[in-house]
């Protein structure tokens, strides 16, 4: 069983830069792929990235791509969303996951963290 945490949410201006942390615990992420997901209000929960623990160039949505970078630190056991040139419409509760397949749907992982709150305005 794995449980995650994300961290590093807040309130940031446009254009501005945030580091979102996912941190794995109960079990290591070893073999298991981490995709990142947002869910604006009144909104389906969509696609950000994804990454598979075990090697591998990340996949990104392509409303982030070019923005967004997803890397992982083997030591912490903790996959970390970069997002920079933040825009209003960024603004979302952002969750990672972590399951079998590295993927865009959500359905196919099978652990959640609790999500943070990234709120891009001036």
């Known amino acids: 069983q794995v449980q995650l945490a994300e961290s590093g949410g807040g309130l940031v201006q446009p254009g501005g830069s945030l580091r979102l942390s996912c941190a794995a615990s109960g079990s290591s992420f070893s073999s298991l792929a981490v995709g990142w997901f947002r869910q604006a209000p009144g909104k389906e929960r969509d696609f950000v990235g994804a990454?598979?623990?075990?090697?591998?160039?990340?996949t990104y949505a392509d409303s982030v791509k070019g923005r967004f970078s997803i890397y992982r630190d083997f030591l912490k056991n903790t996959v970390f969303l970069y997002m920079n040139s933040l825009k209003p419409e960024d603004t979302a509760v952002y969750y990672c996951?972590?399951?079998?397949?590295?993927?865009?749907?959500?359905?196919?992982?099978?652990?959640w963290g609790q999500g943070t709150q990234v709120t891009v305005s001036s």
């Open positions: 990454i598979h623990w075990s090697g591998g160039a990340p």
């Open positions: 996951a972590a399951g079998q397949t590295e993927t865009d749907s959500a359905r196919l992982y099978h652990y």
